[in-house]
């Protein structure tokens, strides 16, 4: 896989004395669904905050089609295209969900002018049409802050969208959705990777969504990679039912 | 664009404000000075309201165009050093053209010359955070007095007297007012703008969640001291003009008054409702209406109400006037549910 979309390559980060994530490998190719699992506390969000530039990581590097995006900065690497949404769900509360959606429209432009430039009619019908994907479209004139934490958690996903990023990384987002719902979502991002052909790399810690959802699966535990393959060849690795098991 | 009750109101504060100096001409100074407040507390909102970052240091963009704009006016016409060494008893008679002109050239000058210092202090310090921030900039104000009282040139602690108008009696209060109101609507109509398009939106997204802003690619750093160096540059010209009004430059009385202007910036946006278009407007209307009243009927106790006043509004209008009626009513204030008829932007 030399044309893989990101590439993490022995990526090691460490707080104090907890080693959070030991050379990590793994490989997402363009178009692919991987999901990512492991115990609370195995290091997944810390692997996820090391790609996107959240913090310096000690060693290793990555690679985002090709570029080394190791040094960059958070706002830099999202806008190559590399967008990540939170565990804790990060929308702008105040503002109603049609100015969320609005002001995450990609912003590559440089330039002064760009910044005050106005919203065209374009952007409300892409965001409005967007909402209603998500089916938050009767809540848009809703502020952020006043949804409910599953509502948040899919205006969080639509603003993603709305950006255009080539790939997502999702940090649980099925956690606090009402599980009617959950195959509702689980349908979306499918969709969102087969017709806009964005690439996903989720963290997940519902089970049957992950086996459902990805293609292939990587596991950590104590900031370890401990498996990797298709989600039946996950499943079924002594040592991810151990990890998961407590039976260390 | 302006929707009908808007029109109205801009229309109502037009009139009013074309006519208060020609019907009660005794008090347009006072008058000249609600505008200054109103300039004040729109320029500070850019910040502490719609960005999240209270700033108690835009008292020094306000001294430093007051100080450049005098020295602009006075150094052409005479030498400098000895100007502020006769601490006002030499009179450079100033013909009225070259009065207009050096204003116009120094009011200039002070905006850019706030506009440069913000975004140098900008892109230093606006990347503290919070408190921290509130803190470095309370401390910027400070300095700025104490800096400019040591520097001889433009008078040191003695402050310096600036040009004295051409004009006749009463005809210097109303220049000035009218260059205050004009000055009052162009930031409100600037600020209107820019807070319609992505640059508004990109500062409250700052202000509700800086860190999710940068995950979305925001340049939040650009978007930062661009927010200061409007407010910057709008207190520039606000600092010149000022300065020619109350005819004396005291460093930390007049110019970088951060006891007096520096706080009542924050007080006025707080009480009319910030993050507000109109809430910093009305907060500044009342403000210095009670101000004013205070000193004519209470004096010697009027900073004690006016401490009083500090406190009360901010234990029962911690949301601000605006705030306040918008949870009250919400139906005639607050933001819409259902969207009107080619609604581009809600709330007031």
């Given at each position: 896989m030399s044309e893989a979309m990101l590439v993490v390559d022995n990526v090691s980060k460490r707080f104090g004395g907890v080693v959070a994530n030991a050379d990590i490998s793994l490989e997402v190719a363009p178009g692919e669904i991987v999901g990512l699992i492991g115990p609370n506390g195995s290091g997944k969000t810390t692997l996820f905050n090391s790609i996107v530039g959240f913090h310096p990581i000690d060693s290793g590097s990555i690679l985002f089609e090709g570029r080394e995006i190791t040094a960059l900065r958070v706002p830099q690497i999202a806008r190559l295209g590399l967008l990540r949404t939170f565990q804790q769900t990060r929308v702008y509360g105040k503002m109603t969900c049609m100015e969320n959606m609005r002001i995450s429209t990609a912003n590559r432009e440089a330039g002064l002018r760009g910044m005050f430039r106005r919203f065209p009619p374009a952007v409300d019908e892409h965001a409005e049409e967007l909402l209603e994907f998500v089916g938050l479209y009767s809540k848009r004139f809703l502020r952020a802050g006043d949804l409910s934490f599953g509502q948040q958690k899919l205006l969080e996903f639509a603003m993603a969208l709305m950006n255009g990023p080539r790939m997502l990384l999702l940090d649980e987002p099925t956690a606090g959705i009402n599980p009617t719902l959950i195959n509702g979502l689980i349908d979306r991002l499918r969709r969102a990777n087969a017709e806009l052909g964005i690439t996903l790399l989720v963290i997940e810690h519902n089970m049957r969504v992950v086996m459902n959802l990805a293609e292939r699966i990587y596991c950590l535990a104590h900031g370890e990679l401990l498996a990797e393959g298709s989600p039946d060849e996950v499943q079924s690795n002594p040592h991810v039912v151990e990890a998961y098991l407590g039976a260390h | 664009m302006p929707n009908r009750n808007e029109l109205a109101i801009f229309l109502a504060v037009a009139v009013a404000g074309i006519a208060a100096p020609l019907v009660l001409p005794g008090y347009t100074t006072q008058f000249a000075f609600l505008w200054v407040m109103v300039v004040f507390a729109l320029t500070w909102d850019v910040l502490g309201g719609q960005m999240g970052y209270n700033s108690f240091g835009n008292v020094v963009f306000f001294g430093l165009g007051m100080y450049v704009c005098a020295v602009v006016q006075i150094a052409p016409f005479t030498d400098l050093a000895e100007y502020t060494s006769a601490s006002g008893t030499?009179?450079?008679?100033?013909s009225h053209g070259q009065y207009y002109l050096g204003l116009a050239v120094g009011c200039s000058i002070a905006a850019v010359a706030a506009t440069i210092v913000a975004a140098v202090l900008g892109s230093g310090i606006l990347a503290l955070r919070g408190h921290y921030f509130a803190i470095c900039t309370l401390g910027l104000g400070i300095a700025a007095g104490e800096i400019a009282a040591g520097i001889d040139l433009i008078g040191a602690g003695s402050g310096m007297v600036t040009p004295l108008y051409?004009?006749?009696?009463g005809s210097r209060e109303r220049f000035f007012y009218f260059l205050f109101l004009a000055l009052a609507v162009v930031v409100f109509l600037t600020l209107r703008s820019v807070y319609a398009g992505r640059f508004g939106l990109a500062i409250n997204a700052i202000r509700d969640d800086e860190d999710k802003a940068e995950a979305m690619g925001i340049r939040t750093t650009r978007y930062k001291t661009v927010a200061w160096c409007i407010s910057a540059f709008f207190l520039g010209i606000a600092g010149g003009l000022v300065g020619n009004i109350v005819g004396f430059i005291d460093p930390?009385?007049?110019?970088?008054a951060g006891a007096t202007f520096g706080v009542w910036m924050v007080l006025m946006a707080i009480l009319g409702g910030k993050g507000t278009l109109w809430g910093p407007v009305l907060g500044a209307a009342v403000f210095h209406v009670t101000q004013e009243v205070f000193w004519t009927y209470l004096f010697g106790w009027q900073r004690v109400a006016l401490g009083l006043l500090i406190v009360l509004i901010v234990v029962f209008f911690p949301q601000g006037i605006l705030g306040w009626l918008r949870e009250r009513y919400p139906e005639r204030f607050g933001h819409r549910i259902e969207p009107a008829e080619g609604a581009s932007r809600e709330g007031a």
């Open positions: - | 030499q009179d450079i008679g100033l051409p004009g006749g009696i930390t009385e007049v110019a970088f």
